[in-house]
T-cell receptor, first 115, second 115 residues
Framework: KAGVTQTPRYLIKTRGQQVTLSCSPI?????VSWYQQTPGQGLQFLFE???????NKGNFPGRFSGRQFSNSRSEMNVSTLELGDSALYLC??????????????FGPGTRLTVL | AQSVTQPDIHITVSEGASLELRCNYS??????LFWYVQSPGQGLQLLLK??????LVQGIKGFEAEFKRSQSSFNLRKPSVHWSDAAEYFC?????????????FGKGTTLSVSS
């Protein structure tokens, strides 16, 4: 079974631009979570989608948004990019998403660099 | 506030020696506990998890962890380290009472293995 796929793997943008990252979960997984990883702040939870609905949200500004499609694929969007948005963005999929007991399987991440 | 502390930023261990990585958490109740490993340029791989029951948990790659409620700790151990274990290790907690899959991660411990 294929793992979590994230595209693109690397991205370079300039300040003020917007960016869209994509995540394809493991087949049959219905929950997708997004995390931001930076050297200074570590791994921080952005949001989680289940059945096309945002069910949980971390403490990030409204410039960070996401959505989930009927096939469980998810996208996250960052508008008006800032230098501090440079990070590794990780996506994780969960088979059911009904509780925190479900194991999260992580993708390889998208490395975003903002110049 | 919920938090996870990994006191050791960087540890160097000789190949074949034993390993213990420390993790302490702050949480209102007993959380769900996880250890993940991240190799350079890769996503996170789950090593093991604790939800309830036996406080000594076995994971992949010969790792084990012990949950100690009185110390709010969940330390990761391996009896004999291999050079391929060099990576960054993250401890995380999840809520047993909240739908959704938001994990809170520690800042990580980088493991170097010397020959």
């Amino acid at each position: 079974k294929a793992g979590v796929t994230q595209t693109p793997r690397y991205l370079i943008k300039t300040r003020g631009q917007q960016v869209t990252l994509s995540c394809s979960p493991i087949s049959g997984h219905r929950s997708v979570s997004w995390y931001q990883q930076t050297p200074g702040q570590g791994l921080q939870f952005l949001f989680e989608y289940f059945s096309e609905t945002q069910r949980n949200k971390g403490n990030f500004p409204g410039r960070f948004s996401g959505r989930q499609f009927s096939n469980s694929r998810s996208e996250m969007n960052v508008s008006t990019l800032e230098l501090g948005d440079s990070a590794l963005y990780l996506c994780a999929s969960t088979i059911v998403g009904g509780a925190s007991t479900d194991t999260q399987y992580f993708g390889p991440g998208t490395r975003l660099t903002v110049l | 506030a919920q938090s996870v502390t990994q006191p050791d930023i960087h540890i160097t261990v000789s190949e074949g020696a034993s390993l213990e990585l420390r993790c302490n958490y702050s949480y209102g109740a007993t959380p769900y506990l996880f250890w993940y490993v991240q190799s350079p340029g890769q996503g996170l791989q789950l090593l093991l998890k604790y939800f309830s029951g036996d406080t000594l948990v076995q994971g992949i790659k010969g790792f084990e962890a012990e949950f100690k409620r009185s110390q709010s700790s969940f330390n990761l151990r391996k009896p004999s380290v291999h050079w391929s274990d060099a990576a960054e290790y993250f401890c995380a907690v999840g809520s047993p009472n909240q739908a959704g899959t938001a994990l809170i991660f520690g800042k990580g411990t980088t493991l170097s293995v010397s020959s």
